[in-house]
């Protein structure tokens, strides 16, 4: 009996360390052809086991061991940021986005929730070691018991390897050597990027200028930021009639609408970094520099709105804490959750429904002001796990929100958008998106006006459950406005007509959207 529970041990351990070696660090890359290779460092790390000395063999196969279990959590968080953010886990510039990670899982199925996925993360990284660890000191010990035989395999298995290669049909894996490289190669980029990025703040051509912004005297200018509205939300049909009917809407008001893309710095995720890579000009894809950014006297929308003499004003539903930051920004006040009057159910992630976001902007901050508004108002209705969704409501029902809680809401946590069916989770989001786009566009038909330039755009695209891999960070962005005047210079973009921007519209970073928009609507420089 012994002796089989042995056995078992040992072929469970080298199962163990083979499927950590082979395993692709992307879930659409998991395929049984993905498995059947022989993985070179596992024929490396054999052979060293072998022919050291006892007394070098064990304390070496500890450190291997705890080494690949390291690994394995990388590739386990790779896998994660690959699904989630399109990107692998940057080992210097990624462990603040763990915070958020808890925090979304606290606000969307509760604090119980929350700490027990900690203590199961922790639990989780701790047994992988200790089980990497195990596995590796198991087959060493075989190994070493059985070196002569160990040796002849693994030259054999070189020969294989090299005699059986075949362009196109790999035979061997170097997937774990890779990955290491490409994880120092981001490891020695991020503890640059810090210097990258204050080169990159210091060229500023807006700083002290004056005359900003002089071709919207007069004029209410909003940007919304619509979640997860990404270019893939344009291929599902919900989201591309309600955007075809929600243009013929505006077109019957007088309203004109030009759009095209911006690429996001993020993806499936880190909305903040969007919105901040919008507003300063500055390409922000990670917290580090989002953090020296805000540290920063950076000249924002916002702030370059104020000095020239519009009350500014941030409407920011998904801020339910403390937000430092929004001094940065150099708003004439701020609306965060717990300021908009709302009282009525969550809808999974969402504090507040969108409708009820920018009714209240239009009562606490558009409607009370003589002179001009600028306004930023992240939107947050179609974040993940974009379900359950309101419907829209006449909009002198909306009071303090009591009108939702006939609605299904939140009352039971959201289901995660992961291991469930991908056609219902994009039918989800294809509702939540559309509801977002029909809040926007009901609200311009309701309060929209001659004065009022509307700029709405999205943050980033969804997580790949809806996208499917090798999406573009690509996301919509749309100016809507009567004013011949100011669709005249919008115009010298190039973008296209309608709130639909087509396959072939323009493209530029979302960095570049500042500098783009403070040009068009200020005199040149002298």
């Keep these: 009996m012994r002796t089989v529970l042995r056995r078992t041990a040992t072929v469970l351990a080298g199962l163990f360390v083979l499927f950590v070696l082979i395993a692709p660090s992307d879930l659409e890359r998991f395929t049984v052809e993905a498995f ?16 050291l000395p006892d007394r070098f063999r064990r304390p070496a196969a500890l450190v291997l061991g705890v080494a690949l279990g390291l690994f394995t959590v990388v590739k386990v968080m790779d896998i994660g940021f ?17 915070v958020p990670a808890v925090d979304f899982v606290d606000v969307t199925f509760g604090r119980f929730a929350s700490v027990l996925a900690v203590a199961l993360a922790v639990a989780l990284v701790a047994g ?20 002569p035989v160990v040796v002849r395999v693994v030259a054999l298995a070189v020969v294989g390897c090299v005699s059986l290669a075949v362009p196109g049909v790999p035979v061997y894996s170097d997937a774990a050597a890779t990955s290491v490289a490409d994880h120092a190669r981001r490891f020695q980029a991020g503890l640059r ?29 909003v940007f919304t930021f619509v979640e997860s509205y ?34 996001s710095p993020t993806a499936g995720g880190g909305s903040w970094m969007a919105q901040a890579t919008l507003l300063s000009g500055l390409w922000i894809d990670n917290q580090q520099r989002y ?34 930051e929004g001094g940065f920004f150099h708003y004439d006040e701020v609306y965060a959750a717990q300021d908009l009057g709302y009282t009525g159910p969550r809808f999974g992630y969402a504090t507040t429904p969108d409708q009820f976001t920018l009714e209240s902007f239009q009562r606490n901050v558009r409607g009370k002001r003589q002179g001009p508004v600028m306004a930023a108002i992240p939107l947050v209705s179609s974040h993940a796990p974009w379900s359950p969704t309101p419907d829209l409501v006449d909009w002198d029902r909306l009071g303090d929100g009591a009108v939702y809680a006939g609605m299904p809401a939140s009352d039971d946590p ?25 809040s926007v566009v009901s609200y311009l038909e309701r309060y929209g006006d001659d004065d009022l330039v ?73």
């Design 414 to 438: 959201p289901e995660s958008i992961f291991g469930r069916d991908p056609a219902a989770v994009r039918a989800d989001y294809a509702h939540s998106v559309s509801y977002s786009l029909e």
């Design 454 to 526: 509307f700029v709405f755009l999205g943050d980033h695209q969804p997580a790949q459950v809806v996208t499917g891999e090798g999406a573009s960070k690509d996301v919509p962005v749309t100016v809507v406005a009567r004013d011949p005047a100011v669709l005249e210079r919008v115009g010298e973009w190039g973008w296209d007509d309608g709130l639909r921007p087509g396959a072939t519209a323009p493209v530029s970073r979302m960095s570049d959207f500042r500098d783009q928009f403070l040009s068009t609507f200020s005199p040149p420089e002298a």
């Design 230 to 263: 990404g270019k893939s939300a344009l291929d599902l049909p919900d989201v591309a009639a309600k955007l075809a009917d929600g243009g013929a809407r505006l077109n019957a008001r007088g309203y004109t609408a030009k759009s095209a893309y911006l690429t």
């Design 128 to 147: 992988i070691v200790v089980l990497a660890a195990m596995s590796v000191q198991r087959l060493g010990s075989v190994a070493a018991g059985r070196r």
């Design 36 to 51: 059947l290779r022989v993985p070179l460092e596992g024929l490396v790390g054999v052979l060293l086991l072998v022919l």
């Design 82 to 98: 690959d699904a989630v953010l399109y990107r692998p886990f940057d080992l210097v510039l990624d462990w603040p986005l763990l």
């Design 291 to 324: 953090r020296n950014l805000v540290a920063s006297d950076r000249l924002t929308l916002p702030r370059a709105f104020r000095e020239a003499s519009w009350h500014s004003a941030g409407v920011v539903p998904g801020i339910t804490q403390a937000w430092p």
């Design 193 to 221: 990027d810090q210097d990258v990025f204050a080169r990159e703040a210091a060229v500023d051509a807006f700083r002290g200028r004056q005359g900003l912004l002089s071709a919207l005297q007069g004029k209410d200018v």
